[in-house]
């Protein structure tokens, strides 16, 4: 199994970068233009947790005042010790039911059509989401990370555990999740980026030593190429998005969904695209 040509690794890790903090799954679309650039397999699996640790690095990189104030004050003040417990308390669901069940996920769901059935009917919950928050704005009971409950934290590391279905989408299922629960659309955003550091981290350090069998120094030059280009488009994306949800709202993104999940599936029932 070869590492990919540096164009394949700075596609992917611009795919990356671009999809990791949206609700439109970044597995989702990795899967699928993987299969369109020919780069399947355990290798490429490796490689897109290697990108993904790219992306979270550049949560890292954007928040870390909030990161460094987290740890230096775990020792004596109790919003960093309540901003860690929440981070600990909202990793743990996905955490042991993706050790549990990781692999039969993987082998039965990584292809594109089962993808782009989640894209679908997660579209269809962020519509339905958006739409209840908008008819009830009296269920937004938390307005600043700061003032999160561990019990809100559970609540989206429990939503989290669906991003275990590719084409869910780790950030869909955390902020749309976090809205069901009363969580504005602003802090259910911004706790999903701060989920996706330990979240990414334990995948990332994971799958590289369940599978350092598959890796040489050879890999190091290209792996490295998907790496940065992953954090400068992510960092890119997470300002942006930063901007956007505080003006409006992921309608737009389901509708994407719909569409893309729509074309994979009409070009997989014509035979336009041998999906494998």
Known sequence: MQPPDYLTALILGIVEGLTEFLPISSTGHLIIAGSLLGY???????????????????????????????????????????????????????????????????????????????????????????????????????????????????????????????????????????????????VATEFSFFLAVPTLVAAGAYSLWKDRALLSMADMPVFSAGFVVSFASALLCIRWLIRYVSRHDFVPFAWYRIAFGLVVLATAWTGLVDWK
């Open 40 to 186: 399947v397999g355990d290798k490429a699996k490796v490689f897109e947790i290697a990108i993904q640790s790219g992306a979270m690095m550049a949560v890292v990189w954007e928040y870390r005042a909030r990161f460094r104030h987290a740890i230096a004050g775990l020792a004596s003040d109790a919003m960093a010790r309540r901003f860690a417990q929440n981070l600990a308390v909202a990793f743990v669901p996905a955490a042991a039911l993706g050790f549990l069940l990781g692999k039969h996920i993987k082998t039965l769901l990584f292809h594109p059509v089962p993808v782009a059935i989640a894209f679908i009917v997660g579209a269809l919950v962020i519509l339905w989401a958006e739409r209840r928050q908008k008819l009830r704005p009296d269920t937004v009971r938390v307005a600043d990370v700061d003032a999160m409950t561990w019990q809100d934290a559970l609540k989206v590391g429990i939503a989290q555990t669906f991003a275990l279905i590719p084409g869910t989408s780790r950030s869909g299922a955390t902020i749309i999740g976090g809205m069901l629960f009363g969580l504005s659309r602003k």
